[in-house]
């Protein structure tokens, strides 16, 4: 599955200043039946955004209309519990390319990478200081350079750094999922297998 390239993000974010978001609130198990990974967005924190008769949450943030914008931002412990792919499939199908979070589970982050989602570990510190600049203003620019690995708070200019994976890295902005890598790489492959053909 080839993704879309990756290189800067200028946009406004949805805060989800919730700790300890695990996979099955992130996508409820009832809903892992789909083979392709289109279509889980629209079940995404599901359980939180409808209520038991299927009623929009007006409360729940994904259902406030004062937040919008292409990165979700969620408290500490973000994506924990089971090791569901769906996860980030549901967030990427919802819109979100970026999810920032003060930690992610290990096998979330692994996930989201894998399906052109891109997770910003920040300190507590700047993460408290993202979900401030939106509730003091829902319409809050924020630029995510993956080039430069920075994320900054457009209105203050209050910057941070990220880590990445640089295998992950080269994959995002170029847009590849594993097979497009190897395949970029090809007459190296071959011009290795050359050399030491038996």
Known sequence: ??????????????????????TDQIIPARFLKAVERKGF?????????YDEQN??????????????GDILVAAKNFGCGSSREHAAWAIF????????????????????????????QVSEDFLQRVFAAIEAD???QFEVDLQNQTLTIVSTGEQTSFEIDGYKKECLLNGYDDV??????RPEIEAYESAHRA
Do not use: Q
Not at 41 to 49: E, M, S, Y
Not at 93 to 104: A, C, H, L
């Open 55 to 68: 009623v929009p949450v007006a409360t729940f943030p994904l259902n406030d209309p004062r937040f919008s």
């Open 41 to 49: 967005g629209d079940n995404l924190f599901r359980d939180w955004r």
């Open 138 to 140: 829902p319409a809050a």
């Open 180 to 185: 497009d890598y190897l395949m970029s790489i």
């Open 93 to 120: 199908d919802y819109g979100f390319r970026v999810v920032v979070s003060s930690f992610f589970a290990d096998i979330f982050k692994n996930n989201a990478l894998n399906n052109g989602l891109l997770p910003i």
């Open 1 to 22: 599955m080839s993704i879309p390239k990756f290189i800067k993000l200028t946009t406004t974010a949805v805060p989800l200043p919730i700790e300890n978001v695990d």
